[in-house]
C-alpha cells in the first residue's frame, strides 16, 4: 500500500522543545486519545499560512527548569556549538532569515552572560549594544527547540521564551504556554505563573474570544483536564474566529477537536475532522484514526497507521507487528514473516 505524501501540514518547521518542571526534565508525547500515546511522537509543524508572517512554535511536550536550576550549569553554550545552531538555520528556509546563524549565537552567549552574571532566567533583560529584541529571542528560542541532546537547549528554549513573554511577547507567551499544557505542568509551576498569566490574558483579555491561537491553547489545556465538551465548544471557537483564512495552530486545532469528539463517543464527527487531517498529511490523525478503526476495520486501520508511519510515525511500524501477529486466517509462517519485517521497519536505521 503507498502512503500518502505529506502536505505543507505535515512538514517541520520550526520544532519547539521543551519546557520543565520543578523537579525534572520533562519530555512527554504529543498527548493521545489511545494505547499509543506513551510513544514518542513526532513534533508537528509550526504552521505558517502564506498570508501570515509570524511563526508560533508547534510543540513537543515540554521541559522547564525548576528554579533550582537557574544557578546550575544547564543554562550553558559548552555543548551547543555554532555548528548547531547554522545547522537549524540551514534546514529551516527562511524561517529564520532575519539574523546570520552566527548572530543568533553572539546573543545566545550574551544571554547565557546575564544568567551567569545573575539575571533571572525567566526574565533576562540586556541593554546598550547587548540588547536582544523580544522577537529575535522567540527565534532563539526555536532553534534551541530543534537542537537534539544536551538538556540545555531544552533549558535555554524555556528561558528565552518566558523572557521574550515578559517583553510583551505574543507568539513567546503562547508557545510557552501550550508546552506546560502538553506536558501537563500548566499552574504547577510558580516560576513560569506570569507566564500563564499572560497567557490567559490572550484568552480573557480585552479581545477575548478573537485569538484563534490562545483559544486553541485553552482547547488543549481543557482537554487535558478532561473536560470535553468544554474543549470543543472552545476549539470550535478558535475555527470561527480563525475563519477561511486559517491560523498559525489550526492543524493542531483540529487534531484536539477529533479527539475530544471521540473522547465524547462522537465518533462521525470526529471521523470527518481526522480523515480530513490525514487527507492532509498529518500522521497523528492517521494514528488516531487507525487506532479507532482497529477492532472493526482491520484493513482500514492498518491502511491509516502505515500512512503514519510513512510519514515520520516511525515507532508505528512496531504496533503494526504486532497486529500482524494477531491476524487471522493466514499462516503462522505468514504471520511471522510480517511481524518481523513491521519491527525491522520499526528500527530506525533499517532501509525501506
Same mark, same amino acid.
Given at each position: ?12 518547521? %520550526? ?28 513534533? %508537528? ?16 511536550? *515540554? ?17 551547543? @556549538?555554532?555548528?548547531?545552531?547554522? !545547522? ?9 532569515? !532575519? ?19 545573575? !539575571? ?12 536582544? *529584541? ?15 541532546? @544536551? ?78 465538551? @468544554? ?22 486545532? =483540529?487534531?484536539? %477537536? ?11 464527527? $470526529? ?12 500522521? =497523528? ?15 482500514? $486501520? ?17 504496533? %503494526? ?19 518481523? =519485517? ?8 533499517? =532501509?525501506?
Amino acid at each position: 500500500m503507498a502512503a500518502r505524501p505529506s502536505s505543507r501540514a505535515s512538514r517541520l518547521l %520550526l520544532r519547539p522543545q521543551p519546557s520543565s518542571s520543578p523537579s525534572t526534565w520533562l519530555r512527554p508525547p504529543l498527548t493521545s486519545s489511545h494505547p499509543l500515546s506513551h510513544t514518542p511522537a513526532p513534533r %508537528l509543524p509550526c504552521y505558517r499560512p502564506a498570508h501570515q508572517s509570524r511563526c508560533y512554535a508547534a510543540p513537543r511536550a *515540554p521541559k522547564v527548569v525548576a528554579p533550582a536550576a537557574a544557578s546550575s550549569p544547564v543554562f550553558t553554550l559548552d555543548e551547543i @556549538p555554532l555548528s548547531a545552531v547554522e !545547522a537549524v538555520v540551514a534546514r529551516n528556509g527562511d524561517a529564520f532569515g !532575519a539574523l546570520s546563524a552566527e548572530e543568533y549565537y553572539r546573543h545566545a552567549q550574551a544571554f547565557v552572560a546575564a544568567i551567569k552574571g545573575g !539575571a533571572s532566567p525567566w526574565a533576562v533583560t540586556l541593554t546598550g549594544r547587548d540588547a536582544i *529584541p523580544a522577537e529575535t529571542l522567540h527565534q532563539l528560542a526555536c532553534i534551541m527547540r530543534q537542537i537534539r541532546g @544536551p538538556r540545555s537547549a531544552d533549558a535555554l528554549a524555556t528561558s528565552l521564551w518566558s523572557s521574550a513573554s515578559a517583553l510583551g511577547h505574543r507568539a513567546a507567551t503562547l508557545s510557552l504556554a501550550r508546552q506546560l499544557i502538553r506536558s501537563g505542568s500548566f499552574g504547577r509551576m510558580p516560576a513560569l505563573r506570569p507566564v500563564e498569566e499572560r497567557f490567559r490574558r490572550l484568552v480573557d483579555g480585552k479581545a477575548a474570544g478573537a485569538d484563534s491561537d490562545a483559544l486553541t491553547g485553552q482547547g488543549e489545556l481543557l482537554f487535558e483536564q478532561g473536560r470535553f465538551e @468544554p474543549a470543543v465548544a472552545t476549539l470550535r471557537r478558535a475555527l470561527q474566529v480563525g475563519g477561511a483564512l486559517g491560523f498559525e495552530w489550526r492543524p493542531h486545532c =483540529e487534531l484536539c %477537536l477529533g479527539k475530544a469528539l471521540l473522547k465524547l463517543g462522537r465518533r462521525d464527527e $470526529a471521523t470527518e475532522v481526522l480523515e480530513a487531517l490525514a487527507a492532509a498529511g498529518l500522521p =497523528e490523525a492517521d494514528v488516531e484514526l487507525g487506532q479507532m478503526l482497529r477492532g472493526t476495520d482491520r484493513k482500514g $486501520a492498518e491502511q491509516h497507521l502505515y500512512a503514519a508511519a510513512c510519514n515520520g510515525r516511525q515507532d508505528i511500524f512496531s504496533h %503494526l507487528s504486532e497486529m500482524a501477529l494477531e491476524q487471522e486466517g493466514s499462516s503462522p509462517e505468514d504471520r511471522r514473516r510480517w511481524a518481523m =519485517e513491521w519491527s525491522r521497519l520499526a528500527d530506525p536505521r533499517a =532501509e525501506y
